[in-house]
């Protein structure tokens, strides 16, 4: 008689949400660092070891930072500077007594930061990187390294993962990830998204449903993942079949990629890292359409000073060469309290955005600006106009104070005899659904706009996007939400303002052919997605989907020829009769 587990287990279908598109199929690799310890080791003991499983730790990152074939250095950097962290150290230690385990003190810790935290998605992001150096601070306390067999095609499972922890996976072939708890913006889907990597997240008890070594089939672009997949739904996919992409022609119109029915659409990347700008080379892409700046800023104990700032933004002027680069001032306050700044707000969470907080601290800010200045003024290309774009702004009296700001520093510099830019244009975000209701005086103060969908979409349906559950709530292509979009960029159109749109919506390939659809036609999307979206605007006939916009958009019902399908359905059954490539 044969046992139980020589039965075949069925197949079982898991929902998630989309981290990074893509299919793959391969094997579960069940990351979990555990660490049993001795309950009879004194406190002083235990100080000791959770401080050498620190200093393994830092030198882990530091093995990463010198590998000359290590990417992404710069989170590498945050991760270090986060476990050499005293004040963090120190809440472990003190967490630490004759009760109370080290990996116990660990995680009471971490209950702690995620309360003081709150859960916006920004900050959501930034203490999944805290989960991951006590992932990886867990797995030096136990000594023990990672092992794979690299013939194997294997789908990392993790409850999180960090960019230091990602680094040991880098000899693995690595085809796929499915996570817990890691959010959009945590720099290890940072990486994940570089590799190129289909992730799927909000899967939550992981091993209740996959065992090590399980059969998996990734679905990014769904956010699905088949555990245990029959062989028909494999044939199905097909993932054996590698996606062709086609190569752009050189002799596009100014670097514009044009659709069949010969429209051009202008794309331009989002950027944290310096790797990001390489993506520059590619003649198809104009510029950068939005530069993050916080990453310099998180986890320094001070203020980066103007030197040190200038620094910064003349490597990436220069990197960038004659293409535009699209600096947004930084995004501080509220869910993105600093070091630096931590001690100045006692309770940062109640909306203390950007241009609330710099309307208090200006001097900050002004410091920021000082360095753009200076750096475009001095960078190879002085004659190129310098953009900065400022986030969070709620009103148009908002936008008035800053425009002040840059004109103080513009005068500065003036009287202290340095050259200034030739041309300076400046922008806004479009994320607070306040601003749709002033447009007409808004656009009368900024050179473009770009609308930030992330926080717009969030704002606008009062919800939690970093929530996997309340983020699948609503969609993306909901025709109250397409008709705001639509309403802003026509708006910006008849005033002569550029406008863009720098969310995930840009990025994913049938949310950007709605918004073709709407009359859009620039776009800011995060590097990885450059091919797939010059594919689909290559493939498609764009005046079709402005006819299916407009009826889905229309509110009298009888030019609603399908009411019964969502948006998404219309788009996607378009996209199938143009026979679209969308990947």
């Known amino acids: 008689m044969k046992s139980a587990t020589s039965f075949n287990q069925p197949q079982i279908t898991i929902e998630g949400m989309s981290l990074n598109l893509g299919i793959a199929h391969g094997h579960a690799y069940m990351y979990d660092p555990e660490y049993a310890e001795d309950f009879h080791l004194s406190v002083e003991q235990k100080v000791k070891i959770f401080l050498q499983a620190v200093h393994r730790a830092v030198e882990l990152c530091e093995n990463n930072i010198e590998n000359d074939r290590s990417k992404n250095k710069e989170l590498i950097f945050v991760q270090k500077a986060l476990l050499q962290d005293l004040s963090w150290q120190q809440r472990v230690i003190n967490k630490i007594d004759d009760k109370v385990i080290i990996t116990h003190a660990l995680d009471k810790v971490l209950e702690d930061i995620d309360i003081a935290f709150g859960g916006d998605s920004f900050w959501h992001a930034r203490f999944q990187e805290v989960r991951g150096i006590t992932q990886l601070v867990r797995q030096c306390l136990e000594g023990k390294d990672v092992y794979f067999d690299n013939t194997k095609p294997i789908v990392l499972c ?17 085809v796929a990830m499915i996570v817990e708890d890691n959010s959009f913006l945590s720099h290890g889907m940072i990486i994940a998204r570089s590799k190129g990597i289909p992730v799927v997240g909000g899967v939550i008890e992981l091993k209740k449903f996959i065992n090590n070594q399980d059969e998996l089939l990734v679905d990014g672009d769904l956010g699905r993942i088949y555990v245990r997949p029959l062989s028909t739904v494999i044939a199905n996919y097909d993932t054996s079949k590698k996606p062709q992409f086609s190569k752009p022609s050189d002799s596009t119109n100014n670097g514009a990629v044009i659709s069949r029915d010969g429209t051009p659409v202008h794309l331009f990347i989002n950027a944290n890292l310096s790797e990001d700008l390489e993506c520059l080379e590619r003649s198809t892409i104009k510029g950068v359409g939005l530069y993050r700046t916080e990453i310099p800023f998180m986890m320094s104990e001070r203020w980066p000073d103007v030197e040190t700032q200038t620094r910064l933004y003349l490597q990436v002027m220069n990197k960038a060469k004659e293409k535009s680069v699209v600096f947004r001032a930084l995004d501080v306050g509220g869910d993105k309290t600093f070091q630096s700044l931590h001690k100045s707000f006692k309770n940062p969470q109640k909306g203390w955005r950007n241009s609330r907080f710099t309307m208090q601290r200006p001097s900050l800010i002004r410091l920021q600006l000082r360095a753009m200045i200076r750096a475009r003024a001095s960078c190879d290309y002085p004659d190129l106009p310098l953009h900065i774009m400022f986030p969070m702004i709620s009103e148009a009296q908002e936008m008035r104070f800053v425009r002040t700001l840059i004109q103080k520093e513009l005068d500065r510099e003036k009287n202290l005899g340095h050259k200034i830019p030739q041309t300076i244009r400046i922008g806004a975000m479009i994320e607070v659904p306040s601003v749709v209701f002033q447009l007409n005086q808004f656009l009368d103060l ?19 996007r970093a929530d996997a559950v309340m983020s699948k709530r609503y969609d993306l292509l909901s025709k109250a939400f397409m008709q705001m979009l639509k309403t802003i960029i026509d708006s910006a159109k008849a005033k002569n303002v550029s406008v863009s749109l720098c969310g995930e919506m ?33 493939s498609l006939d764009i005046w079709s989907v402005q006819d299916c916009m ?10 609603y020829k399908a009411a019964h399908l969502s948006i998404r359905e219309r788009v996607m059954e378009l996209a199938q009769i143009q026979q679209t490539q969308l990947s």
């Not at 993962?161 to 690595?174: G, K, R, T, W, Y």
């Not at 050179?447 to 969030?458: K, M, R, T, V």
């Not at 450059?530 to 689909?536: D, G, P």
């Open 158 to 174: 993790a409850k999180t993962i960090s960019p230091v922890e990602m680094m040991q996976f880098d000899h693995a072939n690595l």
């Open 506 to 538: 840009a990025s994913r390939p049938i949310e950007a052919m709605a918004l073709l659809g709407i009359g859009l036609r620039h776009f800011s999307i995060n590097p990885n997605s450059v091919e797939a979206i010059e594919n689909m605007v290559q």
């Open 446 to 464: 900024v050179d473009f706009i770009s609308i930030g969908s992330n926080d717009l979409f969030q704002f606008f349906f009062a919800i939690d």
């Open 550 to 559: 407009t009826d889905c958009l229309s509110d009298n019902p009888f030019a």
